[in-house]
């Protein structure tokens, strides 16, 4: 039986061994100089609790924490898609309009062409 101290990985948040020198699950190096490097923290959307951002589960309740990421990101940009559309249609607007002006002088020089011909 294992009984070896285990400890939350800083950048994953999955349990590992206390004396592991680099996440087997994130691949993350766990050196003196990773602690020392302040990681801005946010609120847990589940439990509240302040955790490091950028983690994919919240190491105290253990929920997953991306697609409540990804949400966010489409929350904060919900006009990115319209604006993008609004842009297409104002071009193939002018487009239209511009190929109808050449369509229409294109006719009138095949018409009076025709009626010099007759």
Known sequence: MNTQETKNCPFCGKEIFAVAKKCKYCGEWLDNEAKDIQKRMIKCPFCAEEIEEGLEICPLCKESLVKTQEKEVKRLEPDA??????????????????????????????????????
Not at 105 to 117: A, D, G, R, T
């Open 81 to 118: 898609g319209k604006q993008l559309t609004k842009k297409k249609s104002k071009m193939s607007t002018t487009l239209k309009v511009i190929l109808f002006i050449i369509g229409w002088i294109v006719l009138m020089l095949i018409v009076k062409v025709f009626k010099n011909v007759m």
